[in-house]
């Protein structure tokens, strides 16, 4: 697409032959999507309707070329046909992304210093090789990720994935080797791109052919790639084997992957270890943050009280034992320590009573409620929130309003403004409605681990799916299936044979019957 920057030449030739090439790489990316079976992302269609608008003016201005306009126009009406049928960005898997990767970009991290400068060494230093970022959950893998990537300017072609086990776009691994075989067949010289005979290959196998060819590009013309993938363990299939098909001595100069992923304190990820025996040099674990660090934070704090505390010994060394080092936990403790109007030694009854562990916090939080009930909030607010709260930690995806609404036998979902802020309300489909989920993952866990009865919404919410014909829910007719798997339900057999269940989840994935017939 540099070629379009000539676009501006004065000789209506050279007008012609660029239209010519961006109409041609147009073409054979969209051939590239449908063979492979996904949506173009929104952003990618409006780039491509600019491109093409140029071009169409280019031929209409010069009469040339009269078979590649009426191609032009073809090509130009069905991706504006596209981008009309797409139902919002709630569906477009970058804009998500962007959601959940960048959303805490800018904010400033605390003692991880020296693992910023141990990536930007590796990503400006090296020419080329694989880094693990790994730690517990809510330890600022993410946040320290971002922060770099914020603060690069790439030389490179960068491609940024984010798994995430509650968004069924961002679990995916066929979905992340889909998106990463298009990254990578766009940079590629044209003689080195996915050829027809690979079409019908798996995506994975996709992506390390891909990448074999990247490694057989002479080294003067092969272009730089970052590949930067965080929540490795939160993919639906974890364990998928490495994509990269080199060995320590036979990496590509040029290529630099970042993969990041949970080492405890949460789903077992022995294929970091895997990964990490098989090819990588380098290998960077995120621990629990020292007491010298927490007491730079607490200095840092605009609460004048707060900050006197970071030279008192006993409150740093207390905070770090009831926080474990995590950095979620201090900045949420921190900022309840802000908004206490007088601190003096009430710090030290604060921190006694919090218990030890973001999970146990949570735990804590939600007995609270129903135990102390927070002033304003009426029995049927409580009894409400009881039952999102509910619904929300065992829901595949996030739900939306509409699937709340009738769930709840509501005809709005309320503010509650007077209970913990756990629940992110954020833009959904224009005909259903906003999107409800947990503010932050570790939320999830602490719920589940805390003993929460969650009999009557699991019953509650299959059976919601079970009448997927009287309420379209898109969750309900993504998601029958699974849950009937986990009730151990002998209809699952049933609905997998359903010819109306799988026409409506075909009409769901945009995919053929028959083959979502295969894959049940």
């Not at 996915?194 to 798996?202: N, Q, V």
């Not at 001595?249 to 630099?256: C, E, N, R, V, Y």
């Not at 135990?371 to 939306?400: M, Y």
């Not at 998601?479 to 989840?505: I, M, N, P, T, Y």
């Amino acid at each position: 697409f540099l070629l379009a920057a000539r676009a501006q030449c004065p000789q209506p030739i050279d007008k012609a032959f660029i239209a010519s090439e961006i109409l041609s790489r147009c073409r054979q990316e969209k051939r590239l999507w449908k063979t492979l079976n996904i949506e173009i992302p929104i952003s990618r269609m409006q780039e491509m309707e600019r491109l093409l608008t140029h071009v169409n003016e280019s031929f209409s201005v010069y009469s040339l070329a009269t078979d590649e306009a009426k191609l032009a126009g073809v090509l130009l009406r069905s991706i504006r046909s596209d981008l009309a049928g797409s139902s919002s960005a709630v569906n477009d898997l970058e804009e998500i992304e962007r959601a959940n990767f960048w959303q805490r970009r800018r904010e400033p991290i605390y003692g991880r210093d020296w693992f910023v400068t141990e990536i930007e060494k590796f990503l400006q230093d090296r020419p080329c090789g694989l880094l693990l970022v790994t730690g517990k959950a809510g330890y600022g893998k993410t946040a320290l990720l971002a922060h770099c990537m914020d603060r690069q300017t790439p030389d490179a072609a960068r491609f940024l994935h984010f798994f995430r086990t509650d968004r069924d776009n961002l679990r995916s691994t066929t979905r992340f080797f889909h998106r990463l075989a298009l990254f990578i067949d766009r940079l590629l010289p044209e003689d080195y791109r996915l050829g027809r005979s690979r079409a019908d290959a798996e995506p994975q196998e996709t992506v390390s052919h891909l990448l074999s060819n990247y490694a057989d590009v002479p080294e003067r013309d092969r272009p730089a790639i970052q590949i930067v993938i965080d929540g490795l363990d939160e993919a639906s299939k974890p364990y998928f084997e490495s994509f990269l098909p080199f060995t320590r001595d036979s990496w590509p100069t040029g290529l630099h992957v970042i993969l990041s992923a949970r080492t405890a304190g949460g789903r077992d990820v022995s294929l970091i270890r895997t990964w990490h025996n098989q090819t990588s040099e380098q290998l960077l674990d995120l621990t629990s943050l020292p007491a010298a660090v927490i007491k730079s934070w607490v200095s840092t704090a605009e609460f004048t009280e707060l900050r006197m505390l970071a030279s008192e010994p006993s409150f740093i060394a207390l905070l770090s034992e009831k926080t474990e080092g995590c950095a979620l936990y201090i900045e949420h403790l921190l900022m309840v320590f802000s908004r206490a109007a007088h601190l003096g030694e009430t710090w030290r009854k604060l921190l006694n009573d919090t218990p030890k562990g973001y999970s146990n916090l949570i735990g804590d939080q939600y007995r609270a409620v129903f135990e102390h009930k927070p002033d304003g909030a009426t029995n049927d607010q409580l009894s409400l929130f009881q039952r999102l709260v509910e619904l929300c930690t065992i829901a595949r995806d996030p739900l939306d309003e509409t699937d709340l609404r009738m769930l709840l036998g509501v005809s709005f979902i309320p503010d509650f403004k007077e209970l913990p802020r756990w629940i992110a309300q954020s833009k959904g489909d224009t005909h259903r409605g906003s999107v409800f989920e947990f503010s932050n993952q570790l939320i999830r866990e602490g719920l589940e681990s805390s003993g929460l009865a969650l009999e009557t919404a699991k019953l509650l919410l299959l059976d919601y799916c079970l009448r997927w014909r009287e309420n379209r829910s898109p969750y309900a007719i993504r998601h029958l299936l699974w849950h009937l798997r986990e009730a151990k339900s002998a209809e699952v057999f049933v609905v997998a044979g359903d010819d109306d269940f799988l026409a409506a989840q075909s009409e769901l994935f945009n995919k053929d019957a028959t083959d979502r017939k295969s894959v049940v």
